[in-house]
């Protein structure tokens, strides 16, 4: 068994080309052992958002607080803390936060993905 | 794109032998057309606790609310809202809640774990 806080977890600015005010903390990967699959944590500022794309990985994502938008070509929809959502592969998506309040959710992704 | 609330996934009492004061959430699976591993919220009422059992696939957990333990043949630990887990594959384990709340956490497991 390993137990950390999220908040001991380094934040990491994602540098990728679209995004804008969002950190990552990689919770659990392969570094803890972790055979399938990855935890990630992502906090989006207000006003922020993560790149509009698409890659051939799912993303299952649970929001924990703050208020943001997922947009994909078929729609932008309000997501809120409790919302889970997920993205099939493929499909092209965006996080935004659309509130005050930093957003913050999970997003697990396979192990060798990106 | 897939969008719901925690609150609107049936909430099942998990009645395996062990278990106690325990619901299970299947947030993202198969259902969802999930490829890869599967979303669950379990809710532990106080005093409740999930079986002390193990597996041959990995647990990563995310604490999301509530106070409790996770007890392993090598320690219990405490944990609460932010902890993050990592169980491995093969460790014997059990959840317990040990406040006055509903300990609530996310609990993600490979697609083809039993």
Known sequence: MQIKSAHEVEAKVVEMEGASGTTMRLLIGPGDGAPNFNMRLFEIAPGG???????????????????????????????????CVFIPPGEQHQFANTGRQPLRFLCLVPRDSG
Chains 1, 2 share one sequence.
């Open 49 to 83: 958002h993560t790149p509009l794309h698409s890659h051939p990985w799912e993303h299952e994502v649970y929001v924990l607080s703050g208020q943001g938008a997922v947009r994909t070509p078929a729609a932008e929809k309000a997501v809120s803390g409790t919302d």
